[in-house]
């Protein structure tokens, strides 16, 4: 199982794709951290791959 | 080296407690359990530290916490969101780690000798990853590890029904990069979760060295109401206790007791330690505060008999009963019911409370 994250360009705060894919655009978690960011700013293949096997990102 | 620390988590085990915050953030003789983990780091020299985080009680953390700096480490965040398993939450570190050593700690963790020894043996030797472990009364509830007659590790088993050992993997552990290409192979297990035991099963089967370290003292998992009272009666047997606050004449107070500087203990009031008082509290006159017992920030006890318990803070307690072996959430009010009509406990509860009456 593939493990999808992003990493802020800012402040190098980590966010999983799970959580990208649920918000599709947020604010940067990180403390003080007001970059936006998407769900499009992963890699295509890495965006294609989530959805394809979204089940496997859910909770059971 | 760097650390993570799990700070993920639904804390179920200890609602109603953890509907309003998360369960790193209780705290066992005042301190939040996740400052326990952090200050251990600390004292291995890793300044570095990524917090990741489940989804919910993020901004709690984040506040408390913020980029470590009141801490003297610095802290990143990691938004694991989902809880898709201990090795979801340490492949989603993977930038953070950025190829170097790494610790990974439990953030619901307390041990009483910190992880020094574990962390220098992996530092002076070569190895896959080192792994805290301790003989458990309960280990179907745990990752189990099969040793040899030499001690070498054999095989992990998460959660076994019917465990060979009780050797648990205790929540600490120490990593090189190599567990990243293990994660990459993992597949959810039957509970969905990618496991770190499997993980490290299959460092062990790429023919890596596994340190084992048996921790002697005692180790906390705060997974439940009667965990934390047990790990403050632990830590506050074990922590220097300092009075720093107010005694006035005619209070009682006997063995070691913390008392914060704001603090105040009234003429009438009985205080046997170990006790831990945190700032702005009063102990006015009638009240006792009994052993092991932990009282939070901005609180009031009066008239009532408390030992054993933890009072996380903002709290008023004048009822005149006996409260023991209790864990008090924020913002509580006791009062006592005498003189009410009709007789009887008054009570509003929040939900999956627990209540001995």
Redesign the interface.
């Known amino acids: 199982?593939?493990?999808i994250?992003h990493?802020c360009s800012n402040c190098?705060?980590?966010?999983?794709g799970?959580?990208l894919e649920?918000k599709r655009v947020m604010e940067c978690?990180?403390?003080?951290c007001e970059t936006v960011i998407r769900f499009d700013d992963l890699q295509v293949e890495d965006k294609e791959y989530f959805i394809k096997n979204k089940q496997?990102?859910?909770?059971? | 080296m760097k650390a993570i620390i799990l700070a993920g988590g639904t804390g179920s085990r200890l609602r109603p407690i953890t509907h309003t915050g998360p369960k790193q953030l209780i705290p066992v003789a005042n301190k939040p359990v996740l400052e326990y983990a952090i200050e251990d780091l600390k004292n291995v020299e890793i300044r570095e530290i990524g917090i990741v985080l489940g989804n919910s009680g993020c901004d709690e953390i984040q506040n408390l916490i913020g980029n470590g700096e009141e801490y003297g480490v610095d802290i990143t965040y990691i938004l694991q969101g989902n809880p898709l398993g201990l090795a979801h939450a340490v492949g989603c570190a993977r930038d953070f780690v950025d190829g170097e050593d790494f610790v990974m700690y439990l953030g619901d963790n307390i041990l009483k000798t910190g992880i020094c020894d574990l962390v220098e043996s992996f530092r002076n030797n070569t190895y896959g990853a080192g792994i805290a472990i301790q003989k458990v009364e309960n280990p179907h509830r745990f990752g189990i590890v099969e040793v040899d007659s030499d001690g070498n590790i054999i095989e992990l088993i998460e959660k076994p029904s019917d465990p060979a050992t009780n050797l648990a993997l205790i929540g600490i552990y120490v990593f090189s990069p190599v567990v990243f290409d293990a994660i990459d192979r993992l597949e959810p297990s039957s509970r969905g979760e990618l496991e770190i035991t499997d993980a490290i099963q299959y460092i062990l089967d790429d023919g890596y060295k596994i340190d084992t370290h048996i921790v002697t003292g005692w180790w906390k998992d705060t997974g439940k109401p009667e965990d934390i009272l047990e790990a403050n009666r632990l830590i506050l047997d074990d922590k220097n206790l300092e009075i720093n606050g107010h005694i006035e004449d005619g209070a009682e107070t006997y063995g070691r007791i913390e008392l914060a500087d704001s603090s105040i203990i009234e003429g009438g009031a009985v205080v046997r330690g170990p006790v831990s008082i945190a700032k702005h509290t009063t102990i006015k006159a009638g009240a006792y505060v009994g052993p092991y017992t932990s009282i939070g920030p901005n609180s009031v006890l009066r008239n009532t008999h408390i030992e054993n318990s933890v009072v996380i803070g903002d709290s008023t307690i004048t009822a005149s009963g006996r409260i023991v072996d209790s864990l008090i959430g924020r913002h509580t009010n006791i009062k006592s019911s005498t003189n009410h009509l009709p007789e009887g406990r008054r009570l509003i509860v929040g939900e999956r409370s627990h209540l001995k009456l």
């Open positions: 199982m593939r493990i994250t990493t190098k705060t980590v966010i999983a799970n959580v649920a978690p990180g403390v003080e496997d990102y859910e909770i059971n």
